[in-house]
């Protein structure tokens, strides 16, 4: 006869059995976090690929409409350039002409030529009219100048005015672009290199050049005192391809997702009126894509910024 407790062996199956359902629970419950970390991954690596779908469609837009304006501007501006600096000869033609009368009138004073010219020249004011002609023509060269840098951050935009590349060390370059705005640096930023040695990259130094100028002097205006930037440069494979990354990342005062997604627009700035013309970003998305390159931001409000460059290298670089 068994000797088996009928309620010990129900409760045992019953412990057995809720045991068994709780691991079950478990493992599917580590499973659905799993996958909703996976999707969370999968959703931001998309929103991020359309960002930079609709930044490279935007820029294709902008670009053909850019390159028209450009163009069209230029001629005006090419002539107009001209006929200033002809006028300036001119003018300083006739300033010439009445330093010789001024220097000589005193021979002439019975004449009543003199007496007329002297009249009209107080009244005319002409010493005055003189000098401020003189800044008038600078100020207006000057003007037209920056109108005609800025067609020429348009082409770039548009990637006209292709020129030849040649190998280069990342960076040396980077060195050289600290350098050359080191005195709009060194006053307020902490400048800290993670650099490691990496192969030489096809490019047109210059633009490259260009590009970190543009972030770092960007870099110093987002800071207060003691800012710092950190830079780094790196390799990695990453969809079957080789490239030489660099990061420039400060800790200033960081962007708001509204303004990320329009920095790389022509003539966007957060800057105040008269202070920037809004192209550095988009000129530079310009060149590192005609490099077929990346750019890539990423900002927290507060925390700071990090642009992130990846250029390819070529096959026979590896």
Sequence with gaps: ?????????????????????????????????????????????????????????????????????????NNPIGFSLSNLTTLSEYIESFIHLDEIVISNISTLTDHPLTTQYQAYRKQEDMDFIIGDLKELLSDTIKGLNRVSAIVANLKKVTHAGELEMEFGDINDIIDESIKVVWSELKYKMQVEKQFTEVPLILCHSGEIHQVLMNLFLNASHACEDKGLLIIKTYTKKEKGKNWVVIEVADNGKGMPREVRKKIFDPFFTTKPVGVGTGLGLSVSFGIIEKHKGII????????????TISLPLLDDET
Excluded: C, N, W
């Design 1 to 73: 006869m068994s000797t088996t407790d009928p309620y010990k062996a129900a409760y045992e199956r019953e412990h057995f059995a809720r045991k068994k359902a709780e691991q079950l629970l478990d493992d599917k419950t580590r499973t659905l976090y799993d996958s909703v970390v996976q999707l969370q991954s999968t959703v931001s690596a998309l929103e991020e690929a359309q960002d930079q779908l609709v930044q490279s469609e935007k820029m294709a837009s902008i670009g053909q409409l850019a390159a028209g304006v450009a163009h069209e501007i």
């Design 296 to 307: 890539k931001v990423t900002s927290e409000e507060g925390k700071g910024t990090t642009f």
